[in-house]
């Protein structure tokens, strides 16, 4: 029905799964009282990450502006995984949902995922191995290739039959990528916030220790998309500073198949990106399927 | 987050605060907020982030916000033809008619939404006090907007000389009380108010988004964890609040 009122065909296939668009929420920034908002726009549903047991997160301050960008400390507050799949339902707006998950061993992850494993309304999961704001277990425990390389497979094996993406930090990321598809993913979110501090010079206290999101990092996003969809097969998903819909054909050009809006939704009306992006691929007389990539071909 | 683009219609200067006044139409509860900026993308992405305010009054064609100007966000407010501004957020005050006199108190810039608050309670024919406390005479100059208001100053410079607090020992007897400030002072206002009356208070917290989505915004609980201030608040019942 899009393809018809836009001329161009907005469609991507993900791992399988066909996205009508290829945007969607980055994990964390799509509450459910904003869904009305984004009608249309996404090609899937990503809700805020889910971890085996309840979480009250960080206490405030949690949120602080930089330039072209905020740095945040939520630490992953969520109800637990029970309560999570209760509310899920809130999500089911008719397109595939995918499922962030995190957790502080490797135990949590499998547990989490043979949990998911034979909900029928989640058709893809996605391993936070690189939330900022969380310690895992007081060290950063998917912090290098092996351990992404025994998340992952434990994952694998506890979900055979849903596809699973990787979503890695910036740190290593290529070596991180390719550990994480020959453990067995098959696909990556490549990238999250970045570790970021703000001071309180007045206070003289740390204002927020947490991750910078937001355009800021768009060129760091963009680089590791670009490095790691180069080296690996399976699909990446591009996340990072997306902030208008020429950026979403930037990171898809880069070797993006999906595109993830996080921090912009916050600033800006996502159906004015999705529009934007379409007018992009109608001048360039393009559809999105078509961008996947072709930087790498040139 | 869809953001609509309003012209300045008047801008006053009130002591160390600004009020301005832009055209809207729909319903505005009092107590609820706009997330408000001068631009986004294209034109800007820094200052990034839009910032909440309380609405200051709302007649049903003319939108006011008070602020002050703490950086570069609310100085670019400050001067800006026209802004950009979404549409009314969060859950507003409770009233309740029935529980008579009731007090209104502010601090400091927390005085926003009580201007509001008393044009809704005047409709309702409820009767009320505003108690307003301030860090000096410079920022007390907006208690002008509020006939027989009683005003208190930090440094002594207007009015009785101390906190909103000082401004009364009578919190208990009325019916319900309505605040908005610094977290302190709704703490103390928590701690004042009858076992029976209601409290309800309007928390100033800083957000990212404004929606929901980003859990930027919290207060903490009774009984542990997190709400948001924007969805869920920003006013909330005392009792909620673990202060």
Redesign the interface.
Same mark, same amino acid.
């Given at each position: 029905m899009r393809e018809q009122t836009t001329g161009v065909d907005l469609a991507v296939e993900l791992c399988g799964l066909t996205l009508e668009t290829p945007l969607m929420p980055a994990s $964390?920034?799509? /509450?459910? &009282?904003?869904l009305g &908002?984004v009608e249309g726009v996404y090609g899937a549903m990503l809700p805020?990450t889910t971890t085996p047991a =309840?979480r009250? $997160?960080n #206490?405030? #301050?949690?949120? =602080? &502006?930089? #330039? !072209?960008?905020?740095v945040?400390s939520?630490g992953l507050?969520n109800p637990g995984v029970e309560r999570f799949l209760r509310d899920l339902d809130a999500y089911d707006v008719g397109v595939p949902v995918l499922v962030s998950v995190a957790g502080d061993t490797v135990a949590d992850f499998r547990r989490l995922c043979e949990r998911l494993s034979g909900d029928e309304r989640i058709s893809a999961i996605e391993l936070n191995l690189s939330c900022p704001n969380v310690e895992c277990g007081g060290q950063v425990f998917c912090a290098g290739p092996a351990s992404v390389e025994e998340v992952v497979a434990a994952s694998r094996a506890a979900v055979p039959g849903k596809p699973i993406l990787a979503k890695l930090t910036n740190e290593g990321v290529v070596e991180n990528a390719r550990a994480a598809e020959s453990a067995g993913a098959d696909g990556l979110t490549i990238m999250n916030t970045l570790p970021a501090l703000t001071v309180d010079a007045r206070a003289r206290k740390v204002l927020v220790r947490g991750g910078l999101s $937001?355009?800021a990092i768009k060129p760091i996003a963009l680089r590791a998309v670009y490095d790691v969809s180069n080296v690996v097969d399976v699909p990446v998903v591009g996340s990072g500073g997306v902030? /208008?819909g020429t950026d979403v054909a930037e990171f898809m050009l880069a070797g993006a198949t999906a595109v993830q809006v996080g921090? !912009? /939704?916050?600033?800006?009306?996502p159906?004015e990106i999705l529009h934007e992006f379409t007018t992009y691929l109608k001048e360039n007389d393009l559809n999105a399927a078509e961008l996947t990539g072709a930087l790498h071909s040139t | 987050m869809k953001f609509h683009s309003v012209k300045v219609e008047e801008r006053e200067v009130l002591g160390n605060y600004t009020l301005l006044h832009y055209r809207w139409e729909g319903p505005v509860d009092p107590g609820q907020f706009v997330m408000a900026r001068t631009a986004g993308y294209p034109t800007t992405l820094d200052p990034f982030l839009a910032r909440p305010f309380s609405f200051y009054d709302y007649d049903g064609e003319v939108a006011s916000l008070l602020f002050e100007v703490r950086g570069r966000g609310t100085a670019l407010l400050d001067l800006a033809p026209t802004i950009e501004v979404t549409a009314p957020l969060g859950k507003g005050f409770r009233i309740e008619p029935a529980r008579g006199r009731v007090a209104l108190l502010g601090g400091g810039i927390g005085v926003a939404p009580l201007k509001i608050l008393g044009r809704y309670l005047d409709a309702m024919r409820v009767p009320y006090d505003v108690l307003l406390g301030f860090a000096d005479a410079e920022s007390a100059v907006v208690a002008k907007e509020f006939p027989g208001a009683r005003v208190a100053t930090m440094d002594g410079s207007a009015g009785t000389h101390g906190t909103v607090m000082d401004t009364t020992d009578t919190l208990r007897d009325y019916g319900a009380l309505y605040a908005c400030g610094p977290n302190p002072m709704l703490a103390a206002v928590k701690l004042a108010a009858g076992e029976d009356s209601l409290c309800q208070l309007s928390v100033e917290e800083r957000m990212g988004c404004g929606n929901g989505s980003c859990n930027g915004c919290v207060v903490p609980v009774h009984g542990g964890g997190y709400i948001r201030s924007c969805v869920e608040g920003p006013v909330f019942p005392a009792e909620v609040l673990a202060w």
């Open positions: $964390g920034t799509l /509450s459910r &009282e904003a &908002e805020k =309840a009250a $997160g #206490p405030p #301050p949690r949120v =602080a &502006e930089t #330039p !072209a960008g905020m945040n939520i507050q $937001g355009p902030t /208008s921090t !912009a /939704s916050f600033v800006r009306d159906q | -």
